[in-house]
């Protein structure tokens, strides 16, 4: 089935394949930008009822008005995780070495118009920006992976593609996973290798068991676990196929804090991946802290407003850990 028609049975609410369609990067696009745009906002959705409502004990979503009367114990001004080691050393490296190198060269405009015509990132963006994207910019340049393969892609690909092109040769191959793409994934980036066109679920698991020492996983879904989802595929089914070495980089983990008010007690996103992370941290020999945004921005603020040349310093929600090599 062509893409265009895969768009078209999405919006009248058909589930996509199950098998992924991989659009090559020198392939023409398909899909008008409105389909694209509207097949990002209009995943399928489910109408039937719950056992129990919103905020009651056995539902994932949870009670606003019940964490709103927590709120201090919540988010603390100083939270203490038991069981992590966040690993300074490298906050500390990564902030006075690969920042001050790579940093002046990054120069995307703070604002363009979200259009589906869309071609270039920019910073302030809706859904990777901060010092989320002027860590990827730095760490890419910094590590030099061979391959990178994002789950979840986006404005987060139109940075990593412009690095690869501007400034890694176009060496980088990088893969996207993502089932609703935006027009400019569908019409093809210069510097992104293949895009996916599926649900992670359903791409076969020799794609994350072929990523070599130092090449890069990029997490950036649903952000929820539950029964099927793309998070639990995620965490149960890929990250332990991942070889020695691979460093993954997980978007929207507010670790050491919580979730974001915001988002819990305005927006109610319910949002829960990042409590996954944070046991999958814990105690852990597998996994190495390598550097985080929000634990940079409240750790050590003074090196990130110099690393990111910016009097007020940015934070964000970026997680880099790595498999540890044994
Ligand atoms: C928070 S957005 C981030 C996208 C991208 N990193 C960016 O910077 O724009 C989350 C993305 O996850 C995608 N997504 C949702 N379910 C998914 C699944 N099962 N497998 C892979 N991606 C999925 C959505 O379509 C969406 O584009």
Same mark, same amino acid.
């Not at 910019?137 to 690869?164: C, M, Q, Y």
């Not at 944070?278 to 990130?304: I, K, T, W």
């Given at each position: ?35 694209? *745009? ?30 709103? &009367? ?102 980088? *191959? ?64 890929? +990250? ?17 804090? &919580? ?5 819990? +007690? ?13 046991? +999958? ?37 970026? +997680? ?7």
């Amino acid at each position: 089935m062509v893409l265009r028609e895969r768009l078209q049975n999405l919006l009248r609410g058909a589930r996509p394949e199950s098998t992924p369609v991989t659009v090559e990067a020198d392939a023409p696009g398909a899909g008008s930008a409105d389909e694209a *745009d509207a097949a990002t906002q209009e995943a399928p959705v489910s109408t039937t009822t719950t056992a129990h409502p919103n905020g009651h004990f056995y539902s994932p979503v949870v009670d606003t008005a019940e964490l709103a &009367e927590r709120e201090s114990l919540l988010w603390p001004d100083s939270p203490r995780i038991v069981g992590i080691d966040f690993n300074d050393a490298s906050h500390e490296d990564i902030l006075r070495r690969a920042f001050p190198r790579f940093m002046p060269d990054y120069d995307y405009p703070e604002t363009l118009e979200e259009s589906p015509q869309l071609t270039d990132f920019f910073t302030r963006n809706s859904q990777f920006s901060w010092l989320d994207a002027r860590a990827y910019f730095v760490l890419l340049r910094h590590w030099r992976p061979r391959r990178v393969i994002e789950i979840g892609s986006g404005f987060s690909t139109l940075l990593a593609a412009d690095v690869n092109r501007r400034f890694l040769d176009g060496q980088l *191959d990088v893969t996207c996973i993502e089932p609703y793409p935006r027009e400019f994934l569908l019409q093809g980036v210069p510097g992104v290798s293949r895009l996916l066109q599926a649900k992670v679920q359903d791409v076969d698991l020799a794609e994350f068991a072929a990523l070599e020492s130092g090449d890069v996983l990029f997490v950036d879904s649903s952000h929820v676990a539950k029964t099927g989802s793309d998070v639990n595929f995620i965490y149960f089914e890929i +990250l332990p196929r991942l070889a020695d070495g691979v460093r993954v980089h997980i978007h929207d983990i507010h670790l050491p804090h &919580e979730y974001s008010k915001d988002w819990v +007690l305005t927006e109610n996103r319910s949002w829960n991946e990042q409590y996954l992370v944070r046991a +999958l941290l814990m105690d852990s020999r597998r996994y190495v802290v390598e550097f985080g945004c929000n634990y940079a921005f409240h750790r050590f603020p003074q090196l990130v407003r110099e690393a990111v040349r910016s009097e007020h310093g940015y934070g964000g929600g970026s +997680l880099w850990i790595r498999v540890r090599e044994s």
